[in-house]
């Protein structure tokens, strides 16, 4: 055969054969055997190229089902860095891809970048770097409010011609608005939104740096509520936070809109007044003590705050932006102390006196420490007989460079720093030690301690009285505590609850500085006193208006009719002790029956010594008891 049928030769061809006809049977043979090989190959490479086809369909359909579940979402852009295309995931809430193509990121309509500026975004494409976590933000309708993170690289093709950018962003609003609630959260007060100390620093601190550079004033008002305590204590403190968000609500308002204000403590807020005139401070401390005067009412209560408020301003005071915080602080403490509701301006003095505070509480804590505090003792006698009935403990600190330090120089120090509950749990125990040497040689005088203000708010009072009492082996009828008015007042409810427990307990109870508050009268009827003290300003209004005698009188017998022992304080002659006599007082306090001294100085030889049982009052109409209040006997006489 010369030729093959052109059917054959065209198929051959396609196989890339040889279409030139067999000489032989043998080269028909191995032609048809090229050709069935050929056939074997192309059924193989269909099959591979079938088996792709469905990899590529499956994988295509994976892709698609975790776009569907992704956030993230991939872009393109051509060469002049517009998007041509935009692959979003299923559950992206980013605007529709209408809005991308064609335009820049730049150009996109509500963006904005969150940190940086789009020049150093752009000069970072020109250079054809690659970028990653871009944060932009874009604000769509109704103010939804999204936040972007970007990444991407140059595409180049095969001749290495730079095409344009490619990469992925991703939503991460979640991200960002919990990184807000953390910052708002650690700059901002929760309850009443304004700025908190940390936050008002970092102004205080920007604000400094621009008075400095021109040459201006600010000023620091620092804003402390008089009596907030109370209303916590009273009515709960859910009450006490609607009244300070009503109160923050209204101190926002009394300030300019410029000025900064912080609630920096429980009830303490403090308003930053920048580029002022001279009369700006005062002005707004006066509005501020005037928007407060206003009633404020939380579930059908009425409330009426003061404040006291304290001003320290720069350049005059300080430069220093904790200094300048102390001194406002100083400031108001100054007005606190005086009463409250006022306002007052750092001075020199103030620092001075803050330091010398300083250096007495650094004192005390030493002294606690190394038994540099003594006690001594001061008798009280029988109006009539002159025995010793009771003697009170006086605490008194050996300083080992000052010598004796008086007691009004560190006490005061010592309950605003808190040093009182410590101090005073020291007094407790050392003065039943010291009973328990008394009752050993057998003098079972009762001995009497002071309570502070602050000592009575301790919630461990009554256990460490207790156990002073049980670890000396003393009879709680041995011991009397005194409170001053002042003391009882500053938290009534707590020390009505606290002279009950210790009546409960078998202790005295002694109102002490009768005379020196306002309504001694009416906490004497109110409260279980076994024993009333009348201040030694008594005998000085006494001798100064002798017609307040027949007063003094009807108070000691009010007194009487309650089974209450009176003693007379500060007296210092026989004069005095006659007259106090003859109004009627039991028993005498001061340098006539004895100076307070040491244990070991006073003369036993005049102590009554007589279970306090067997003790009878020197004169009728009063209790039976010359000792330490009803508590401690078990026969009472019917009160007159």
């Known amino acids: 055969m010369d030729t093959l049928h052109p059917l054959l030769q065209a198929q051959l ?23 069935s090989a050929c056939y074997e190959a192309c059924d193989a490479t269909r099959d591979a190229i079938a088996v792709g086809k469905q990899q590529l ?8 089902a975790l776009m569907a579940l992704s956030t993230d979402w991939f872009w393109e852009q051509d060469a002049q860095y517009r998007f041509v295309s935009l692959a979003s995931g299923g559950r992206s809430a980013a605007f529709a891809q209408e809005v991308y193509l064609g335009r820049t990121r730049w150009e996109l309509p509500g963006v904005e970048l969150v940190s940086g500026d789009w020049d150093a975004h752009r000069a970072v494409l020109e250079r054809k770097e690659r970028f990653r976590n871009l944060v932009y933000r874009i604000v769509g309708g109704e103010d939804e409010e999204r936040f972007i993170s970007v990444s991407g690289e140059p595409i180049v093709n095969a001749s290495g011609a730079f095409c344009g950018y490619r ?15 953390a910052i708002d959260l650690a700059q901002y007060d929760p309850l009443t939104g304004l700025s908190n100390r940390t936050l008002l620093s970092r102004q205080l601190d920007l604000a400094l740096s621009k008075a400095r550079r021109h040459g201006r004033r600010l000023a620091l008002v620092f804003i402390d509520l008089d009596g907030f305590k109370q209303i916590n204590d009273t009515y709960g403190h859910s009450v006490g936070d609607r009244v300070l968000k009503e109160t923050a609500r209204r101190l926002r308002e009394a300030v300019r809109s410029e000025d900064c204000l912080a609630r920096v403590g429980g009830d303490e807020f403090l308003a930053l007044i920048e580029d002022f005139d001279s009369q700006t401070p005062q002005q707004a401390a006066c509005r501020l003590l005037e928007t407060l005067s206003m009633p404020i009412v939380v579930e059908d209560r009425e409330f009426t705050l003061s404040a006291s408020i304290g001003i320290s301003t720069f350049p005059t005071d300080s430069a220093e932006s904790e200094m300048l915080l102390q001194q406002a602080d100083l400031a108001m403490y100054r007005v606190k102390a005086g009463g409250g509701a006022g306002i007052g301006y750092f001075s020199p003095e103030l620092h001075t006196n803050a330091y010398e505070r300083l250096q007495t509480a650094t004192g005390l804590r030493r002294a606690l420490d190394s038994g540099q505090f003594r006690l001594v003792w001061q008798p009280v006698s029988d109006a009539s007989t002159g025995q ?13 460079q000052r010598g004796e330090v008086t007691p009004d120089s560190f006490l005061k120090v010592a309950e605003e720093t808190g040093l009182i509950v410590s101090i005073g749990r020291w007094v407790i125990t050392q003065a039943c030690r010291q009973a328990r040497l008394w009752h050993d040689a057998g003098r079972r005088v009762p001995i009497s301690v002071n309570l502070s203000a602050r000592q009575i708010r301790d919630p461990g009072l009554l256990s460490d009285i207790a156990a002073a009492l049980a670890e000396h082996g003393i009879a709680p009828a041995y011991l009397e505590l005194e409170l001053n008015e002042a003391a009882v007042m500053s938290d009534v409810a707590r020390s009505t609850e606290l002279l009950g427990r210790i009546k409960e307990l078998g202790a005295g109870v002694t109102l002490d500085d009768f005379g020196t508050g306002h309504s001694s009268l009416a906490w004497m009827r109110r409260l279980p006193f076994d024993t009333v003290k009348l201040d030694r300003t008594f005998l000085l209004e006494l001798v100064a208006h002798p017609d307040d005698l027949e007063l003094t009188r009807a108070v000691i017998a009010m007194a009487h009719s309650l089974r209450q ?28 029956t004895g100076a307070p001294v040491p244990a070991d100085s006073l003369d036993l030889s005049a102590w009554v010594d007589q279970p306090l049982s067997l003790r009878k009052a020197s004169r009728s109409g009063a209790s039976t008891s010359i000792g330490i209040g009803n508590t401690i006997v078990d026969d009472l006489s019917p009160a007159i």
């Open 167 to 181: 990469g992925v962003a991703r939503d991460v609003t979640a991200e960002k608005m919990a990184e807000r609630q």
């Open 13 to 35: 061809q396609s196989l890339a054969l040889d279409s030139a006809p067999p000489r032989d049977q043998a080269a028909w043979g191995a032609l048809l055997e090229r050709v």
């Open 57 to 64: 369909i499956e994988s295509e359909a994976r892709f698609d």
């Open 388 to 400: 010793v009935v009771s003697v009170e403990a006086l605490l008194r600190w050996f300083h080992p």
């Open 565 to 592: 022992r009176v003693v007379a304080e500060g007296v210092e002659n026989e004069a005095q002790a006659a007259l106090f006599r003859e109004l009627g007082c039991d028993a005498l306090q001061g340098n006539l």
